[in-house]
């Protein structure tokens, strides 16, 4: 967790929907009570202390790119956190959760938000940042003409969105930044615009290449072995573990797991084979690739 490093924590996790803006001033609208879930039927574990608020950002920052004529000059960001509740928010240190997609929104977040909210006994206020998918076919159409060239859509544009916030309208305080899957690559850009106030970086779910040879490249097609890679280094654990080990006499843990894949794919109708299998899985499927639930990344 975060806790060796955060005595009290503004947990800043940014919503980030990109909208239509009409004034030429970069500003905020003032904070605003809010629920804590964008969806009521999830709950609440806080209590509803959700505060949101729109910031005026420019659509393009010098050196980056150029506002094109007859287009709107500004976007809409929309901002939430959880303040903290047993800390003066003054004074607390900020963390930010960047959520990547393009599977998942920000609203993914607010579980998390919360939770940890809840584990630091309300020292935190928490934001989240994405940016907004529209569902219209005619959506790249739609964007074009109020804002022109995409291009000023850009990692960097978003990357100093994040970084202008937190200088501007954050308490000047110790600030960490969370990344999540895409949301890395975009926590990465940030680390190169050097923002006094952040003192760390979280990757999650790392998916950036900065730097990598072709040899290293992430690729999905060469995730299994990737992610098999460190899953045996986990299971190999066991062996120097006395609790652990002594549940493996016959064998290490790594060997038990692929005899019960292989027992499972000679026995598909077997009740353990059927009890792990997955309601979304291909019933030509073997069970061993039903042994885990599809995957749901962002």
Same mark, same amino acid.
């Given at each position: 967790?975060?806790?060796?490093?955060?005595?009290?924590?503004?947990l800043?996790?940014?919503?980030?929907?990109?909208?239509?803006?009409?004034?030429?001033?970069?500003?905020?609208?003032?904070w605003?009570?809010?629920?804590?879930t964008?969806?009521?039927?999830?709950?609440?574990m806080?209590?509803?202390?959700?505060?949101c608020?729109?910031?005026? #950002?420019?659509?393009?920052?010098?050196?980056?790119? +150029?506002?094109?004529?007859s287009?709107?000059?500004?976007?809409?960001?929309?901002?939430?956190?959880?303040?903290?509740?047993?800390?003066d928010t003054?004074?607390?240190?900020?963390?930010?959760?960047?959520?990547?997609?393009?599977?998942?929104?920000?609203?993914?977040?607010?579980?998390?938000?919360?939770?940890?909210?809840?584990?630091?006994?309300?020292? #935190?206020?928490?934001?989240? *940042?994405?940016?907004?998918?529209?569902?219209?076919a005619?959506? *790249?159409?739609?964007?074009?003409?109020?804002?022109?060239?995409?291009?000023?859509?850009?990692?960097?544009t978003?990357?100093?969105?994040?970084a202008t916030?937190?200088?501007?309208?954050?308490?000047?305080?110790?600030? @960490? @930044?969370?990344?999540?899957?895409?949301?890395t690559?975009?926590?990465?850009?940030?680390?190169?615009?050097?923002?006094?106030?952040?003192?760390?970086?979280?990757?999650?779910?790392?998916?950036t290449?900065?730097?990598?040879?072709?040899?290293?490249?992430?690729?999905d097609?060469?995730?299994?072995?990737?992610?098999?890679?460190?899953?045996? #280094?986990?299971? +190999?654990?066991c062996?120097?573990?006395e609790?652990?080990?002594?549940?493996?006499?016959a064998?290490?843990?790594?060997?038990?797991l692929?005899?019960?894949? +292989?027992?499972?794919?000679?026995?598909p109708?077997?009740?353990?084979?059927?009890?792990v299998?997955?309601?979304?899985?291909?019933?030509?499927?073997?069970?061993?690739?039903?042994?885990?639930?599809?995957? #749901?990344?962002?």
């Amino acid at each position: 967790m975060l806790t060796s490093r955060v005595t009290a924590l503004n947990l800043v996790c940014l919503a980030l929907l990109l909208a239509v803006a009409f004034a030429d001033k970069y500003d905020l609208n003032g904070w605003y009570p809010c629920s804590d879930t964008t969806f009521s039927d999830e709950g609440s574990m806080t209590g509803d202390i959700a505060e949101c608020t729109v910031y005026r #950002a420019p659509l393009c920052y010098p050196g980056i790119c +150029e506002t094109p004529p007859s287009v709107d000059s500004t976007v809409d960001i929309f901002v939430k956190q959880l303040p903290a509740t047993s800390e003066d928010t003054a004074i607390a240190t900020n963390v930010w959760f960047v959520q990547g997609g393009p599977g998942c929104s920000s609203t993914s977040l607010e579980t998390t938000m919360e939770y940890l909210h809840y584990l630091l006994e309300g020292k #935190a206020n928490i934001s989240r *940042w994405t940016i907004v998918a529209w569902a219209a076919a005619h959506v *790249w159409t739609d964007l074009k003409y109020k804002f022109g060239d995409l291009s000023s859509f850009s990692m960097t544009t978003a990357a100093t969105d994040i970084a202008t916030f937190i200088s501007k309208f954050t308490n000047g305080k110790d600030t @960490v @930044v969370s990344g999540v899957s895409y949301g890395t690559a975009l926590v990465e850009r940030l680390m190169h615009l050097k923002t006094p106030t952040v003192i760390g970086y979280v990757l999650d779910s790392v998916f950036t290449t900065t730097a990598a040879s072709d040899g290293k490249v992430s690729y999905d097609s060469k995730s299994d072995h990737d992610v098999g890679e460190v899953a045996d #280094a986990f299971l +190999e654990l066991c062996i120097d573990d006395e609790e652990c080990s002594r549940y493996f006499k016959a064998g290490s843990l790594s060997a038990s797991l692929r005899h019960l894949i +292989e027992k499972f794919d000679k026995q598909p109708n077997s009740t353990c084979a059927q009890l792990v299998s997955t309601k979304g899985a291909q019933s030509k499927d073997l069970p061993s690739f039903r042994f885990v639930a599809p995957w #749901a990344g962002c």
